[in-house]
């Protein structure tokens, strides 16, 4: 909105649609910015939709990188971070004392004073490390994200309090024969999920038929906070594919899912 023509003052819409002057709005563009956490530089990498309208609320989607992986390497729909430097000097998502948890806030609040957001549809997913950081972010911030989407992720980023405290709609994969992050020591994450959402258990333990894996869209979660869980004949990877199609299942899975939520 321009009302220079007028006589009136040059605005412009920024983050929540509001409307203030053009120099007052925060700028935030496709690319590499920067926030300061905790004394440290913390880099990550937004891109907009081909449609971004600023005067309507948008998903905001992270997506955290494996270890090892850096911004760059995830296909980010919004926003995609950058961890920190741990073991074997790659970047990866330990969250010490929660510093990690500290630059995503930081995150939602550059990305949010400067682009329109549904503050409703807040979501994180990732894949290994990535899908850790994404359950950390369930543990620590459920009232402020809408849903997760862990890949092959383990409780190595931490869980504030212990378990999830709040029921947060997740969907979760794994393959059974991941021998980085095994398959069983997988499942009190997992169960703990399925508890905190208030979803009834399954038993016996589904598991895949071949190259087609098993899924299970639980019963009786409570209301909007859906849980489903993927177990495939597979390893340590993010890009599985049933046989018989062409997509993989976590890239068709976790945007169905996400895109649910209105």
Request: hydrophobic share 40%; charged share 20%.
């Amino acid at each position: 909105m321009d009302m220079g023509a007028d006589g009136g003052a040059d605005l412009a819409a920024c983050g929540q649609g509001r409307v203030v002057e053009r120099e007052l709005c925060p700028t935030l563009t496709n690319g590499r910015h920067v926030v300061t956490v905790n004394g440290r530089e913390r880099q990550f990498i937004v891109k907009l939709p081909e449609t971004y309208d600023a005067r309507r609320p948008h998903r905001l989607i992270f997506t955290f990188h494996p270890m090892g992986g850096s911004a760059e390497l995830t296909a980010a729909i919004f926003v995609s971070p950058n961890g920190t430097l741990g073991v074997y000097d790659l970047l990866g998502w330990a969250n010490t004392d929660g510093d990690d948890i500290d630059f995503v806030d930081a995150m939602v609040e550059a990305v949010e004073a400067a682009l329109c957001v549904n503050q409703d549809l807040r979501f994180s997913t990732g894949f290994s490390y990535g899908g850790a950081m994404s359950y950390a972010i369930g543990c620590a911030r459920p009232e402020q994200f809408r849903a997760l989407g862990i890949i092959s992720g383990a409780e190595m980023s931490g869980c504030e309090g212990g378990a999830p405290s709040r029921p947060i709609a997740t969907y979760q994969q794994h393959g059974v024969q991941d021998d980085l992050l095994l398959f069983d020591n997988i499942l009190p994450m997992r169960d703990a999920l399925v508890e905190a959402n208030g979803c009834t258990p399954v038993t016996p333990e589904p598991i895949p038929v071949g190259n087609t894996a098993a899924r299970v869209d639980y019963e009786g979660c409570l209301e909007g906070y859906p849980m489903t869980w993927v177990a495939f004949d597979g390893g340590h990877i993010p890009g599985y594919v049933d046989e018989g199609d062409d997509v993989p299942l976590s890239t068709k899975n976790i945007w169905e899912f996400f895109t649910q939520f209105e």
